[in-house]
């Protein structure tokens, strides 16, 4: 009896570490895909508002509410043999990790684009003291495009 229930536990060990460490991932990727944001809007010259850092708390705690709903579908298959591990769980955060990975890649394009330029140029053609002058800023611009 000692023998099976040393299985089981172990299983159960394992398991449970599997499902901590795609707890962490989810995590890790919601913290980076922050960091890019932010450096994205730091990159455009964008204001850094605290609505979309309260967000980034409510995605991970999102993110783990559709974890749960795998790990129930997890908890359910143990009544099979051959359903070892929480194979579900697994599958629900490597969903998370691509759904943040794209949100990261796009706020890398965000923060190479050239959106920050296009701020530099605007402020020079307000402060210019003459329709002239903002004139030729704006001919330069389109000439910029053009390239």
């Known amino acids: 009896m000692e023998k099976y229930v040393g299985f ?3 299983d ?3 398991g449970i570490a599997i499902i901590f460490v795609c707890c962490i991932l989810i995590c ?3 913290l980076l895909d922050l960091w890019t944001g932010i450096d994205a809007a730091r990159a455009n010259k964008e204001k850094i508002r605290s609505k979309p850092l309260r967000k980034t708390g409510m995605k991970i705690v999102d993110y783990f509410r559709l974890v749960l ?3 129930l579908i ?3 298959g143990l009544c099979f043999p051959w359903y070892a591990l929480p194979y579900g769980a697994v599958i629900g955060t490597l969903g998370v990790l691509i759904v943040e990975g794209w949100s990261i890649v796009e706020n890398l394009r965000k923060k190479k684009s ?3 330029e296009v701020a530099d140029m605007a402020v020079r053609i307000m402060e210019c003291a ?4 903002a004139k030729k800023i704006i001919q330069t611009i389109k000439e910029e495009v053009k390239r």
């Open 12 to 14: 159960l060990r394992a």
């Open 69 to 71: 709903f795998f790990i």
């Open 8 to 10: 089981i536990t172990q």
């Open 74 to 76: 997890d908890i359910l």
């Open 28 to 30: 890790v990727a919601c």
């Open 114 to 116: 050239h959106a920050a």
């Open 130 to 133: 003459s329709p002239e002058e």
